[in-house]
């Protein structure tokens, strides 16, 4: 048994991360619809009446639009903090919901998860580290900046989850509003490549790491581009240690079309290379 976490979907238009360990399963966010999540655990040889909560990071749409119909038909528990909660308001009526007191340790079937405090525009923000087994994950999504706490919460984990949104220069010519441009920049907006570059500089010193880029914007941004940004900042700090990849928008349709990770493979990995 090993911790496993695989990549159902990530951006602007909905994020969902598959935790496993044994057989208990579990969602950070759900922001795609409830016929999208089915299929999607379907090809990963689930139902959703076998995910045991759906945690969420904050309230915007891309992070939740699903939840309270994954709740409502499969009895999934929601699980976040109260400002969140209290963000979503009437969506979570007559849904079961759990309360996850930031920086608090909770168990959630055979995984341990701690919250963080992330700086975006929404009523509570966090970050996720969640362990199983002796792996780890970490999860910063959806950050306009990042601080001590940020790379504290993300040092030692096995998988960093981080978001590079999109690129300066491609955000600078986009056709968006000002003030769209402004709040995406802001330090509650998003992370740019360079800034996760920065952050993951700190994160991952000395470390084995694995890393996917999340949150990339399908306009001011691509893999090709976050990759060469991140990596170059990457390796202007000395970092040699964080494998890098960014994850698509959404999974390939068909097994195995989800970016997976495994602990049990990473390690086998390491052995490998040393
Ligand atoms: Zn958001
Ligand atoms: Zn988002």
Known sequence: MSLTITALASGSSGNALLARYG??????DCGIA???????????????????????????????LGAAALARRHGVPVVCNRATREALGATLQDVPVED????????????DVRSFAVAHDAADPI?????????SVAVAVDLGSWNETTVAALRGADLLVVEAN???????AAPYPLAIQQRICSARGHLDNVQCGEL????????????????????????????AGVRRVLDLAGVTGARVRALPRRAARGAGGAPTWCAEERMLTQRSLF
């Open 23 to 28: 057989d208990a399963a579990l969602l950070i």
């Open 34 to 64: 409830l016929r999208t999540l089915e299929e999607l655990l379907r090809y990963q040889g689930l139902s959703a009446a076998g995910i045991c909560a759906v945690l969420l990071t904050h309230e915007h749409g891309d992070h939740s």
């Open 100 to 111: 996850l007191p930031a920086g608090e340790l909770a168990a959630i079937g055979p995984f």
């Open 127 to 135: 970050g996720l580290r969640l362990s199983a087994g002796g792996a």
């Open 166 to 172: 999109h690129d300066r220069e491609l955000l600078r």
């Open 200 to 227: 993951l500089s700190r994160a991952c010193a000395g470390a084995v790491c694995d890393v996917w880029l999340a949150h990339l914007s399908a306009q001011t941004n691509s893999p090709q581009v976050a990759l």
